[in-house]
């Protein structure tokens, strides 16, 4: 946006002075748009194109929380809880009493956040019951990862 003289102009020749619309719109491109702005559907889109892969934990966490937490920036808590138990899948393993005690967790995150692990767990008992039982060794690690990973007490199983 100028106001003067235009370029070629001859004597006498002005462009018109710019609206006040105009200078409100030039002074909103000016003004940064926060970071924090579309982070949700930013991350939702990366998440479609690239898949669960593509994202850190604590990102992937972020996709969970949205839909307990719809009106926050959940990004430090998904933070904070992959540093405090260390991992997604320590996250969602973690008893209700120890993820309440996370600052803005409440009932309803914890809840949710077992749901998503029973339902992991559901879907992992599925498809190993269409398999051939325990076949390798690898297959046996995988049992146990999935079935006693975040155990809290130790446990003995015959297989």
């Keep these: 946006m100028s106001i003067g003289v235009g370029k070629g102009a001859g004597k006498g020749s002005r462009k ?3 609206s006040p619309a105009a200078f409100a719109e030039a002074a909103d491109a000016k ?3 926060p970071h924090y702005l579309g982070h949700r559907d930013r991350l939702r889109a990366r998440f479609q194109e690239a898949g669960a892969d593509a994202l850190p934990d604590y990102e992937l966490l972020e996709l969970l929380l949205f839909r307990s937490i719809p009106q926050r920036d959940v990004k430090p808590l998904a933070k904070e809880l992959i540093q405090r138990f260390g991992s997604f899948a320590e996250v969602l393993a973690a008893p209700v009493s120890r993820l309440t005690e996370v600052k803005g967790v409440g009932e309803g995150v914890a809840l949710d956040l077992k ?11 599925g498809a190993v019951g269409k398999r051939p039982v325990l076949s390798s060794w690898s297959s046996v690690l995988d049992y146990c990862r999935m079935a ?4 809290e007490r130790e446990q003995f199983r015959i297989l």
């Design 31 to 33: 003004v940064a748009t």
């Design 16 to 18: 018109t002075p710019p």
């Design 115 to 125: 749901i998503v692990e029973a339902a992991l767990k559901r879907m992992a008992r």
């Design 148 to 151: 006693m990973a975040f155990a």
